[in-house]
């Protein structure tokens, strides 16, 4: 819990940095004063909850730095579904430690709907707000093809053990999206995370540099935030077409087992994305391009799924 407690609070105080910086050096005269920063991803058939929440924070001088005053857990947040015209109130909460705003009824995002947020903030004139279209519902596909072996490929159950040999993930395992009847391109993201806690006893799956287990010196490395080599991630545009003998469209990768870096259990999530958080996760200073208005952050949504599986050899 101490390493936890760590990695959150130096990830908070970069990110209340970068909201300095981005005050005095990249959005001009668009902020004035307190800066604020709102983060929601919707996902298609997820509530907003623990695991998916809005956080809502504002800028911080470094040396007063606390990472809870940073939280704002007096707004009024709004989301409304401007395509059934439903309008609900999210309250303050917690996800995990964090101060965030989730909806206590646990109201499912539909996919293809457009979401308005709007955040008013006791003595900010501002309305932050920002709206998203869902991408359309589509499916991961664990064993496209039926060639799977009992116990072998993706699985949805993170209890699974299913098992994928490393040297012929790219050969025998593709990481498959079916989009339905709708072919074309669209924003694809994937993230791949080692479940395994770092220990020297695990093994690389190729070697680097002639070392086979990391040494005790990686474990900060390994347990930061961000892209690290426990969590790899992908983000492109991607085109979905038909498959021979398969009857959708279907986005699919092959050649990318070289991102599992060690055998072990791994999660993996795999999405298509509206514009306002693909160009959050793929842009420089992304906070500034993810359709949040008199704030910085993003305000995105997604479709797709998580995925379990464990590397061996």
């Not at 819990?1 to 990110?15: G, S, Y």
């Not at 996919?111 to 519902?137: C, F, K, L, M, N």
């Not at 079916?178 to 669209?186: H, K, P, V």
Request: proline share 4%; net charge negative; glycine share 8%.
């Amino acid at each position: 819990m101490v390493k936890i407690m760590r990695k959150i609070l130096l990830l908070l105080a970069l990110f209340a940095m970068l909201l300095l910086l981005s005050c005095e050096s990249t959005s001009g005269p668009r902020f004035k004063g307190e800066v604020y920063s709102l983060a929601a991803l919707l996902v298609a058939g997820q509530p907003l909850n623990e695991e998916h929440p809005v956080y809502l924070t504002r800028s911080s001088e470094i040396e007063d730095f606390n990472y809870l005053q940073i939280f704002v857990t007096d707004a009024e947040i709004t989301l409304r579904d401007l395509t059934s015209g439903q309008e609900f109130t999210l309250q303050p909460g917690m996800a995990g430690i964090l101060p965030a705003y989730l909806d206590p009824e646990q109201r499912l995002i539909e996919a293809e709907h457009r979401y308005r947020i709007e955040a008013r903030i006791p003595g900010y004139q501002s309305v932050i707000w920002a709206e998203t279209t869902v991408p359309q519902a589509i499916t991961l596909e664990t064993d496209v093809y039926g060639n799977n072996a009992d116990g072998e490929g993706y699985s949805f159950d993170e209890q699974t053990q299913n098992q994928m040999p490393f040297n012929r993930i790219d050969s025998d395992f593709p990481l498959v999206l079916n989009t339905g009847q709708i072919a074309g391109d669209y924003n694809f993201f994937s993230e791949f995370y080692c479940l395994e806690e770092f220990s020297t006893d695990l093994e690389y799956t190729t070697q680097i540099m002639g070392m086979v287990h990391p040494d005790a010196s990686m474990e900060e490395t390994y347990n930061s935030s961000g892209e690290t080599i426990r969590r790899i991630s992908m983000a492109g545009r991607f085109s979905s077409k038909p498959q021979q003998g398969l009857p959708d469209n279907y986005i699919m990768l092959r050649d990318y087992g070289q991102v599992f870096i060690f055998y072990g259990r791994y999660r993996i999530k795999s999405y298509i994305l509206d514009d306002n958080y693909y160009s959050y996760v793929n842009m420089p200073e992304g906070y500034l391009y993810g359709g949040v208005h008199n704030a910085l952050g993003y305000f995105g949504s997604a479709s797709g799924g998580v995925m379990y599986v464990t590397i061996c050899k």
